[in-house]
C-alpha cells in the first residue's frame, strides 16, 4: 500500500506518469493507481478504503482510460457485497422491470 501511496502523492494532481523519458512507451495513470490500490485494499480486508479509492477512480476516467470502465464498475460491485457481507445487511432489491409498453 505504501508503493502506491507514495506513486500518489508523486503523482500529485497530474493525470498520471509518463514513462517516456525513461524509454518505455508507457503512461500509469492515476485511475489505474487507483484502481490497483483498491484492489490491494480489498485483498487486505480494508473495504470501505478500496470502495474510496474505486469512487475515486471512477470519477477520474476520462477518454484516455474509459477501457478501464468495465473493471471499475465490476469491483465497484464486488467491493458493494463485501461491504455487505461485513455488515450482515440485506443488498438491496433490483429496480422494478419497466415494461417498454403501457396500457
Do not use: C
Not at 517516456?20 to 470501505?48: C, I, P, T, Y
Amino acid at each position: 500500500i505504501k508503493d502506491y501511496d507514495q506513486a500518489l502523492n508523486s503523482v500529485g494532481e497530474r493525470v498520471g506518469l509518463d514513462y517516456s523519458s525513461e524509454g518505455l512507451q508507457f503512461e500509469m495513470h492515476r485511475v489505474d493507481l487507483l484502481f490497483n490500490r483498491a484492489l490491494a485494499l480489498k485483498e487486505l480486508g480494508r473495504v470501505s478504503e478500496a470502495q474510496a479509492d474505486a469512487a475515486r477512480a471512477r470519477q477520474l476516467v476520462d477518454a484516455k482510460t474509459m477501457s478501464r470502465q468495465p473493471a471499475l464498475e465490476k469491483l465497484a460491485n464486488q467491493l458493494s457485497a463485501l461491504s455487505l457481507a461485513q455488515t450482515g445487511a440485506a443488498p438491496a432489491p433490483p429496480p422494478p422491470a419497466s415494461s417498454a409498453y403501457s396500457a
